[in-house]
């Protein structure tokens, strides 16, 4: 039985759609299928009686139609700096095995997961202007929308006011860099769409 979990991260989302994100208001993504690469940094909480802040998780995956669609190929990364009892609370989190959403509907959606697998994660939060990759395998660096007359940055969101899947409030940004070449997953999606969001998951009520 899974044990109960809450956790808080920083989360660093980038995907092969345009910067609206088709799947954030119909349900599709944007260019038939969805590719995206996804960071996460615990910023605190717990799995069971085991802390997990602090803790790096990358996931990659891909959907050959709409995420809700299924047949998904994923990997899933915790870096190497973990103990044995954070890989353990991290994987059945993040594997959607412990229960709770968003993961528990996204494991359904998923036909064949590689991993955890450990890593060097390399990540820098810096809201829009984050990065996370591992060496040789991939890379996602993200800036934010820009104002074409000016150049300035804009200061762009999607909000959900009655709560969102991933997230309630994600600042909207575009990738300078979304590259992966790993086993069956490979893609390279620059200029695409990036969110960067501070979500609460939990499987208790």
Excluded at 57 to 80: L, S
Excluded at 128 to 137: D, T
Aim: charged share 20%; glycine share 14%; hydrophobic share 40%.
């Amino acid at each position: 039985m899974a044990e109960p979990y809450r956790i808080k991260v920083h989360h660093l989302e980038v995907c092969n759609c345009n910067h609206g994100c088709g799947c954030q208001f119909g349900g599709f993504p944007d260019h038939g299928g969805c590719e995206a690469l996804l960071g996460f940094q615990v910023i605190e909480g717990n799995y069971g009686a085991v802390d997990l802040a602090g803790t790096k998780v990358v996931v990659a995956v891909k959907w050959p139609a709409a995420i809700h669609e299924g047949n998904g190929t994923a990997a899933m990364f915790v870096d190497e700096s973990v103990s044995e009892e954070q890989e353990q609370g991290l994987a059945m989190i993040f594997s959607g095995q412990a229960g709770g959403m968003p993961w528990e509907a996204i494991a359904g959606t998923i036909t064949s997961l590689e991993g955890p697998l450990r890593r060097t994660i390399e990540m820098t939060v810096d809201g829009s202007n984050s990065s996370f990759g591992i060496a040789g395998v991939l890379d996602a660096d993200m800036t934010p929308l820009a104002d074409p007359m000016s150049g300035d940055d804009k200061d762009v969101h999607i909000v959900y006011p009655q709560g969102g899947f991933l997230w309630d409030d994600g600042s909207i940004g575009t990738t300078e860099t979304m590259r992966i070449d790993f086993g069956g997953i490979q893609f390279d999606h620059p200029g695409m769409f990036a969110a960067y969001a501070t979500p609460e998951w939990t499987n208790q009520a």
